[in-house]
């Protein structure tokens, strides 16, 4: 097998298959970063949970398999699917996820909660322990086809909750977003029992696309209660999705559509349970590789969050010993209802100096030495105001002659919707000044100055020689080309 090349400073397997970021957390300024991983082949397979640490977020640490499959029992005998790390009031920490009896996974029924124990300080090693007993799904109209996928919802009143996605494939506008309340005695611990308690979010309701919703996130932020609406607080929802094409078991057939939503809103209780009521959304990546995200607090009150980048889209990828990395770390910040989103300061910290700028005359930037780590920084002049940076596109190429083009048109789609009295959803454009681009041995990262983000990669083209502009008025855009210190 053809090997694949070293990122420097994305988070990659070792060995096999990696997707879903699980569990994130951080214990006393160690990062830990579990991930859906089959170690056994760079395919889709039997789900473990990998874990990886760091102490900068930029060089990670791989330790042994936290859970293997059917370890504790049969109840994850058919994989150990996504879900989240919670504290444990004697100081020990707790993996709630998704487990699988041997068989079909995701047959109707089958899907049930799972929780493993760790009691290393480092959660090195985790052993099921038979609880929670979460399994209960709930009738819906047309019934459910997937559920699985745990989040953590802790408000100011009420009973900690789990947040489960599920859905129905063949049906639009089917996905949901499921509340399960704890039901455990008074001292107890809050994650041995649950019960269901209400769809928090119906994608018809919030005219979102989806049969079926996965990796729910949901953050409450601020203390300002929304006006008029005791005991309300305002919330941020992030929810992967999907689309398939009916016909045989659903977990064979193509996914035709998927995504990964943000919306800020109110959650509020209902006398049927508590309900979330979006007022703004957009997309959370204007790339083609970003999915499948997880966000996380941390002690100097940031929160950040990682994403799937699914390289298995990629052609560079067949053949390779492994597949599959995270995204870069975000950090995530809500302004004005809107998500905002730039690289850690991890990462920014470690920009190095310029090495080329784009040449005026020839709209080019040619680099000292080849490159697989580099940061490309495309700004718009002030006085240039038509169109942004949307008509334009960053040609990089490397030593061979391969080129790889980010088209920067992404910029001009829009970039939060804000829905009015009548339900329906008005969207806001903007005008993107400002693209910073990391590039990683052919993982493509984008950020720009109103707070989007985009994804990409090529991993054919892993070291990059020099740097073209393309598009109209070069002479009104600076490109600056830096290194990365990994």
């Given at each position: 097998m053809t090997v694949k090349p070293a990122h420097g400073f994305h988070l990659a397997p070792l060995r096999g298959w990696m997707n879903d970021p699980n569990g994130l957390v951080e214990i006393a300024g160690t990062h830990h970063v579990f991930f859906q991983h089959n170690p056994h082949a760079p395919t889709f397979g039997l789900m473990h949970w990998g874990h990886a640490t760091s102490t900068d977020l930029v060089h990670w640490t791989h330790h042994d398999t936290a859970l293997t499959p059917g370890a504790g029992g049969p109840a994850d005998a058919g994989g150990c699917w996504s879900g989240v790390a919670a504290p444990l009031p004697d100081g020990r920490w707790a993996l709630l996820y998704t487990g699988i009896p041997a068989g079909r996974p995701s047959s109707p029924g089958n899907a049930t909660g799972c929780r493993a124990v760790s009691s290393d300080p480092t959660l090195s090693a985790f052993a099921p322990d038979g609880a929670p007993a979460l399994a209960e799904w709930p009738e819906t109209d047309?019934?459910?086809t997937d559920w699985r996928d745990h989040?953590?919802?802790?408000?100011?009143?009420?009973?900690?909750?789990?947040?489960?996605?599920?859905?129905?494939c063949g049906a639009p506008g089917a996905g949901r977003l499921l509340t399960y309340r704890s039901t455990a005695p008074e001292g107890e611990e809050q994650y041995t029992a649950w019960t269901y308690e209400s769809?928090?979010?119906?994608?018809?309701?919030?005219?979102l696309p989806g049969q079926v919703f996965e990796c729910p996130d949901v953050w409450v932020y601020g203390d300002e209660e929304p006006s008029g609406r005791a005991g309300a607080e305002r919330a941020l929802v992030v929810l992967s999705w999907y689309d398939k094409v009916v016909g045989g078991h659903p977990t064979d057939d193509p996914v035709i559509a998927s995504g990964a939503l943000w919306?800020?809103?109110?959650?509020?209780s209902t006398p049927q349970?508590?309900?979330f009521e979006p007022e703004h959304r957009g997309v959370v990546d204007h790339g083609d590789r970003f999915y499948a995200c997880q966000s996380y607090s941390t002690g100097d009150g940031r929160r950040l969050a990682l994403g799937w980048l699914r390289t298995q889209d990629d052609p560079a990828s067949r053949d390779a010993s492994t597949v599959g990395?995270?995204?870069?770390?975000?950090?995530?910040r809500v302004v004005r209802g809107r998500l905002e989103q730039q690289a850690a300061e991890e990462l920014v910290s470690r920009v190095g100096e310029p090495v080329a700028h784009l040449d005026a005359e020839t709209g080019r930037a040619v680099l000292p030495a080849p490159l697989s780590q580099l940061v490309v920084d495309v700004h718009l002049d002030e006085d240039a105001t038509a169109g942004g940076l949307s008509g334009r596109g960053v040609v990089m190429t490397g030593a061979d002659g391969r080129s790889t083009t980010v088209d920067l048109g992404w910029t001009a789609l829009t970039s939060t919707e804000t829905r009015n009295d009548e339900g329906l959803w008005a969207p806001t454009a903007r005008t993107t000044r400002s693209v910073r681009i990391f590039v990683d041995a052919g993982l493509v990262e984008c950020f720009t100055d109103d707070g989007r983000a985009a994804a990409f990669s090529d991993l054919g083209n892993p070291t990059i020689a020099s740097i073209h502009l393309e598009g109209a008025a070069t002479s009104a855009v600076t490109v600056v080309v830096r290194t990365m210190d990994v």
């Open positions: 047309p019934p459910l989040a953590l919802l802790a408000t100011s009143n009420g009973p900690l909750r789990q947040v489960i996605a599920a859905g129905t769809v928090l979010l119906h994608a018809e309701d919030a005219g919306l800020t809103g109110v959650l509020h349970g508590l309900r990395t995270q995204s870069l770390p975000r950090h995530w």
